[in-house]
């Protein structure tokens, strides 16, 4: 059995009502006190993008600082994260414009993070380095167990009004990518800054809410970003027969 943290949306250097990035960085550290302070194990930590909030070098110091933990912790980048600074202090490697994608193997199973950010805009894209990468990473990886594709961007409409323009587009070559790798489970992404549950390609797609604010349905009033909503994140749980369970939690 595979237990993962999944928090997307942390915004380090965020500021909210001046008060220097203070507010975005206690929440974030709420949540990580609180996966350090667990009883038990967990397989990993994934963080959905977003990391920064202008993708400054010194927000991803504070972003290595805050993420630091006793369990494994998987990134990869939202549209507010930029390339080069996440690559030199997150990653310890030469600046470059090119996706950050990353393979991780799990107990029980594969995690290939992908960057569906495109640098200078706020919508998403796999581009066809990263689903050639994802394509051949999924074909050599460990065919006997079951594989999780995570990414920032969701690639279908969550009929949110402030989200929905600016998610995943050109889904229908992910979706053919896919199709050729049964042993995948789930699509694990972030973007929304609210816990939702759908399905892409046969798949579950599973969003994470978001660390910083909360965006709410039109159902729920005018007001699109909430800020006195508590931190959320959610428990994946993949049991070894495959059945995928997620139990989403709000930390007051």
């Not at 206690?26 to 967990?42: K, N, S, T």
């Not at 690639?155 to 587009?169: C, K």
């Not at 978001?210 to 965006?215: A, Y």
Request: charged share 25%; with cysteine.
């Amino acid at each position: 059995m595979l237990t993962i943290a999944h928090l997307s949306d942390i915004h380090l250097g965020q500021v909210h009502h001046g008060d220097d990035g203070k507010r975005a960085r206690r929440r974030a550290e709420q949540v990580m006190a609180y996966l350090d302070a667990l009883p038990g194990p967990l397989d990993a930590v994934l963080v959905t993008g977003d990391l920064a909030d202008h993708g400054l070098p010194e927000e991803y110091e504070q972003v290595a600082e805050v993420l630091a933990s006793r369990h494994p912790v998987l990134i990869c980048p939202g549209n507010h994260d930029r390339r080069s600074p996440y690559r030199e202090v997150l990653l310890g490697e030469a600046p470059g414009e090119e996706p950050v994608n990353r393979p991780h193997r799990l107990p029980g199973a594969d995690v290939l993070m992908l960057d569906s950010s495109i640098p200078g805009r706020d919508d998403g894209l796999l581009d066809e380095e990263t689903l050639g990468w994802l394509d051949r990473t999924l074909a050599e990886g460990r065919q006997e167990l079951p594989a999780l594709v995570a990414f920032h961007h969701p690639p279908v409409t969550l009929h949110l009004p402030y989200v929905d323009p600016i998610r995943q587009f050109g889904e229908e070559r992910l979706a053919e990518v896919l199709a050729r790798h049964p042993r995948v489970r789930a699509l694990l992404c972030g973007h929304s800054h609210t816990g939702a549950a759908t399905t892409f390609a046969g798949l579950p797609l599973l969003v994470a809410p978001g660390v910083v604010s909360t965006v709410t349905l039109p159902c729920e009033g005018e007001t699109e970003i909430r800020f006195d909503h508590p931190p959320q994140l959610v428990f994946h749980v993949l049991a070894d027969d495959g059945r995928l369970t997620s139990h989403y939690r709000a930390l007051a």
